[in-house]
């Protein structure tokens, strides 16, 4: 098995060279740095993580605790997080909390004590124990997703990223008042959440320019899952006013709402109008095709790996708040007729 000293020999540098190649401890010029790089490669070279990280105090892992892995939307965030880590030279732990404070704090303790050099989390509704911890052990951390509020976490300094939420929102509702709609009702997602708060938030002032008022009957909570949302939506559906349109929060709750109208008999957009928070790879399969808000998930993925490295670099700095904007794709869920394509 070929060691440093044999890499060394046949790149023409010293040992110390080849170690800062390898860790990146020392600018080395790129005529170096790729000299050292094609002798191990000629010669099979591979590095002893282990070994490395009892030098470094550093294993170049990253813990990512993030719930509903199953979901579309969470699943883009952990291709964009694995991307970037890999890009890095950096391998990830991953696991899911399930939205369960007790277990999350028990997920992210496992990650830590499998001494990740940092931790990606995007939080419960109630992470009290978990920022309890990730302080307690001074563990570099980035919240992605749901933010927290720094005020809940003294002494603990963290960064955070996540999507536009309220203007994307308030932009459905306007889209569907402008096409007549007087009644539209938001299924949202678990209480608790910056996400679930900031689209709320977003159909409050969607209403307020349509200059429509705010029937809180039409609000209804869909726990963020698609069987939530199914409940919530017949609720919905079963008001003596019912809605005309429908915003649903994230994609879960659209198939939840999609089921409960279906099971009605009442057709989209015919009977009722709908637009949905988080656009999906299979969205423009359905008929009608969705008019969705699409996140840049894969974005907000890579761009919390950038944030974990740049606290692993300066631990010191002021903590930092990322907000990527969201887009609005435009299909005929909403009652709009379909765009040739000249239009």
Known sequence: MATMVDVARSAGVSV?????????????????RQAVL???????????????????????????????????????????????????????LIADPHDDPEHERKVVQLLHERRVDGMIVAPSVRPGELIGYLGRHDVPTVFLDRL????AAPGFTFDQ???ENAEP??????HLAELGHKRIGLVGGLPGLSTTSERISGYRHGLAYAGLPFDERLVVCGSSEAEGAERATGDLLSLPAPP????TANNAMTIGALRALRERGLSVPGDVALCCFDDFSWADLFSPRLTAISQPSKEIGAQAVQLLLERLASPDRPARTLRLPSAFVHRTSCGCPEKGPDS
Do not use: K, W
Not at 46 to 72: E, Q
Not at 148 to 151: A, H, L, M, R
Not at 169 to 174: E, G, K, N, P, S
């Open 148 to 151: 927290v509020d720094e005020s």
């Open 161 to 163: 990223v996540c999507a």
């Open 38 to 92: 094609d002798a191990m490669d000629e010669l099979g070279y591979t590095p002893n993580s282990l070994a490395r990280s009892l030098v470094t105090a550093r294993t170049r892992s990253i813990g990512l605790a993030v719930s509903a892995i199953s979901n579309p939307y969470f699943t883009e965030i952990l291709q964009g997080v694995e991307a970037g880590a890999l890009e890095q030279g950096y391998s990830l």
């Open 244 to 247: 005309t349109a429908l915003v």
């Open 169 to 174: 929102v308030r932009h459905l509702v306007t």
């Open 16 to 32: 110390a060279t080849v170690s800062h190649v390898l860790n990146n401890t020392r600018t080395v010029r790129p005529a170096t």
